[in-house]
């Protein structure tokens, strides 16, 4: 089954920086990797997510960008702000399929003002 | 419009009682999740229905987990004898098309406490 890997685990960096995290999958039938943002204590919500025809999507501060052949993708995240403090996680999935998610084990990411 | 929600937040219990756990999916979604969620870690799927029917289990880690949607709206996942193990956030999420590659929305989930 799929496998999925995420790093690096905590990502600290100064207000205004940029944030890079990484995610690998195993299953080349996987073609939809959305991000989720999770609040401590709150309910995960999707900020952007990218379907194998494309390489690069981006909205405003955040981008994705995806390399098949290679099995990753990567979130992208400029001019950060406290408020995008949180865990993030990757995750897969085959659009042909049921749709369930499989999920990365986060990165916690700290923005210090 | 209305989120999907689940009902309780907060739930502890005994070890060896039972508990059920609700989701209300957003109105006229086909799909419906379960994730379990352990302490640090990224959701992890349990099972899935198309509308009413349960068409993959294979994420319960036990046949004390059982799952439900007699109507095809709301959900009620069901843990028998709950164990220590079992502790963790248990996430619903509803999705509108009957597959993948659809955005899922979560519910802030069910904490689930065994002492």
């Known amino acids: 089954g799929e496998n999925v890997e995420q790093h690096p685990s905590t990502l600290s960096v100064q207000e205004g920086d940029s944030a890079v995290i990484k995610c690998t999958y195993s299953?080349?039938?996987?073609?939809?990797f959305p991000w989720y943002k999770q609040e401590l204590g709150k309910r995960p919500q999707l900020i952007i997510d990218?379907?194998?025809?494309?390489g690069e999507k981006k909205d405003q501060r955040i981008a994705v960008t995806l390399n098949k052949t290679a099995k990753h993708f990567s979130l992208h995240i400029t001019e950060t702000q406290p408020e995008d403090s949180a865990v993030y996680f990757c995750a897969a999935s085959t659009s042909g399929s049921q749709g369930n998610l499989i999920f990365g084990k986060g990165t916690k990411l700290s923005v210090k003002p | 419009g209305a989120g999907v929600s689940q009902s309780p937040r907060y739930k502890v219990a005994k070890r060896g009682q039972d508990v059920a756990l609700r989701c209300d999916p957003i109105?006229?979604?086909?799909?419906l999740f379960w994730y379990q969620q352990a302490l640090g870690q990224g959701p992890e799927f349990l099972t899935y229905f198309q509308n009413e029917a349960q068409l993959d289990k294979s994420g319960l880690p036990s046949d004390r987990f059982f799952a439900e949607r007699p109507e095809g709206s709301v959900s009620t996942l069901k843990i028998q004898r709950t164990q220590q193990e079992d502790s963790a956030v248990y996430l619903c999420?509803?999705?509108?098309?009957?597959?993948?590659?659809?955005?899922?929305?979560f519910g802030p989930g069910t904490r689930l406490t065994v002492t």
């Open positions: 109105s006229g979604h086909v799909s």
């Open positions: 999420a509803s999705s509108l098309r009957d597959r993948g590659g659809y955005e899922q929305y």
């Open positions: 299953d080349s039938a996987s073609n939809y």
């Open positions: 990218i379907r194998s025809n494309v």
